[in-house]
């Protein structure tokens, strides 16, 4: 090992490297997984150029400037995009027609602004690598703009174009969209295959229909009129990076060029608790239950009857409840902690911390595992339910739905998972398993940047499948001849047949014609 550390630095060498990073959603849960990713990046000596809603504003990372895009969270409070997600009530096409709507305000905003004009206008900078969230196409424009390899990031599954741009498989069946909210991925029955083939089709249609056409309109205005067609730069991919993971997600072949990171890179070192919380931690001898929704899904997605149950149910535990909560409640009982904020993380770890009640979000699953804490699981959009869902199956929790809390079946399902010791060895397994990986997920995925800098952009990783029609990926022309060889040899053999019985049967003067 300690030859090994002598050799790795070397072999890893890469000369400082100018980055530009940009991850334009107004989500810390986008945001967050990254974080360790910019810090080691910078401290390696890298340039590196972030553009952000949330800027770590640390000024000992020297190496790092920030563009600070935190207006971004305005513009898709002012969308509702958030609620719009969760809301029964609207089909999947008027979701994504509002969320679309927001996407295109945020690009805007983003693209107008005067840091980011002086970024793309300025003659004088280069970078050697942009690192890019896996979005809307728009934001692939970044690296055409500097000529430089990209490199897509996201903080859960790649969406299918990004998929289709590096060369993996989409396949509905195997690997349904989160969206769709197909609660067990593994097993659809005959109508979830149904719709979800429908849905990755028109959803290809979609994009590289009507979204394109206006992006490209878009890439034109800001970039200028020598900007080549979207799709071929996004399609230059030269390495995905994604924060999803095997515990949490259905495997799926992937493109050598396609690395999951979703091994808790999030997880930072432990850090000294606030001392009232600390305080009130340690002398909650029974334990406590941590309760948050996280940091999309706000207070106010819970009706009043639902927040009074949920208090009623809490009132008559045995046990401290800390609680996450933007808006205000009435009639709090007395074991009941609110602020609206807290260092999940640090929190987590404390050993009073019995239990999570979730919103069931990736990273939120994957702190409370890290901790062998169980959960009690709430989900409302995307890929928390199926991740609750997930959850559920493995043993680690018990789900329960939103619109159905009663104070009796809330304090029941709380009251299972702390009982039953099955669910906290579940989820010390789980987490066990999460972080059991060669090398780190923050080491493999600086590994993986440089590898595509040292090699100008790793081309040599490229599928073929990426420049290939669609006809030519699914084999129709050769599924089409032989089919029609097939048939050519079927017809003429029906023929010779249907000759060679009439010969036997009728006579042999026509026969002899013939
Ligand atoms: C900044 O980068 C230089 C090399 O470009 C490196 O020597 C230095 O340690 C880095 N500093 C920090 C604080 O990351
Ligand atoms: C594709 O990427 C290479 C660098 O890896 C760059 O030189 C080239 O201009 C890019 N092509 C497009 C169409 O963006
Ligand atoms: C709260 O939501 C639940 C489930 O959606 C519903 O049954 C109930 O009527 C709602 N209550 C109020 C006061 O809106």
């Given at each position: 090992m300690k030859v090994l550390s002598l050799i790795f630095p070397i072999i890893s060498y890469v000369n400082c490297a100018k980055i530009l990073a940009v991850i334009?959603?107004?989500s810390i849960s986008h945001q967050l997984p990254f974080i360790p990713l910019w810090r080691e990046l910078s401290l390696r000596g890298h340039q590196v150029t972030l553009m952000t809603t949330?800027?770590?504003?640390?000024?000992?990372?020297?190496n790092l400037t920030e563009i600070d895009m935190s207006y971004g969270y305005e513009i898709y409070d002012r969308h509702n995009s958030f609620s719009i997600l969760s809301?029964?009530?609207?089909?999947l096409s008027e979701i994504g027609r509002l969320l679309l709507k927001a996407g295109h305000d945020l690009i805007e905003a983003q693209m107008t602004s005067m840091e980011v004009q002086n970024l793309i206008h300025d003659k004088n900078v280069h970078f050697d690598l942009a690192i890019i969230e896996a979005?809307?196409?728009?934001?692939s424009a970044f690296a055409w703009r500097f000529r430089c390899p990209m490199v897509s990031v996201t903080s859960m599954e790649a969406p299918i174009w990004i998929q289709y741009a590096i060369g993996n498989e989409v396949h509905p069946i195997l690997n349904p969209d989160s969206n769709l909210h197909i609660m067990d991925q593994m097993k659809l029955n005959f109508w979830e295959r149904i719709i979800s083939f429908l849905y990755t089709i028109l959803l290809k249609y979609k994009v590289y229909g009507d979204i394109l056409q206006t992006e490209n309109a878009r890439f034109k205005k800001y970039?200028?009129?020598?900007?080549?067609?979207l799709l071929e730069v996004q399609n230059n991919i030269s390495l995905l990076l994604s924060y999803a993971n095997p515990v949490f997600q259905n495997t799926r072949p992937m493109n050598p060029n396609s690395i999951l990171?979703?091994?808790?890179?999030?997880?930072?070192k432990p850090k000294k608790l606030p001392k009232d919380l600390q305080e009130y931690l340690d002398s909650s001898k029974n334990g406590v239950i941590y309760f948050s929704l996280g940091?999309?899904?706000?207070?106010?997605?819970?009706?009043d009857t639902i927040k009074r149950n949920i208090l009623q149910a809490f009132s008559e535990l045995p046990y401290n409840v800390l609680m996450k909560m933007d808006t205000d409640l009435k009639?709090?009982?007395?074991n009941v902690k609110i602020q609206k904020w807290l260092p999940q993380q640090d929190v987590l770890r404390h050993?009073?911390?019995?239990?999570f009640i979730s919103q069931g979000g990736l990273q939120s699953l994957q702190e409370s595992i890290t901790n062998g804490i169980p959960l009690v699981g709430i989900p409302f959009f995307g890929d928390q339910i199926s991740n609750v869902y997930r959850m559920v199956k493995k043993g680690y929790g018990v789900r329960v739905d939103k619109n159905e809390i009663t104070k009796e079946n809330f304090k029941q399902a709380i009251l299972e998972v702390l009982n039953n010791p099955r669910y906290r060895e579940k989820a010390k397994e789980m987490g066990e398993l999460l972080h059991d990986?060669?090398?780190t997920s923050l080491e493999k995925a600086v590994w993986w940047i440089e590898y595509v800098i040292r090699h100008k952009g790793?081309?040599?990783?490229?599928?073929p499948a990426v420049d290939m029609p669609a006809w030519k990926y699914y084999m129709l022309d050769v599924i089409g001849s032989v089919l029609g060889a097939l048939f050519i040899v079927l017809f003429l053999s029906y023929k010779i047949l249907k000759c060679v019985i009439s010969k036997l049967l009728f006579g042999k003067p026509k026969a002899k014609k013939d």
């Open positions: 334009p959603t107004p949330d800027p770590l504003k640390d000024s000992s990372l020297t809301d029964e009530t609207k089909s979005k809307l196409p728009f934001y970039f200028g009129e020598d900007a080549p067609d990171i979703g091994h808790g890179m999030h997880i930072a940091s999309n899904v706000k207070g106010h997605l819970l009706n009639d709090v009982p007395k050993p009073n911390i019995k239990l990986e060669p090398m790793a081309k040599h990783l490229r599928s």
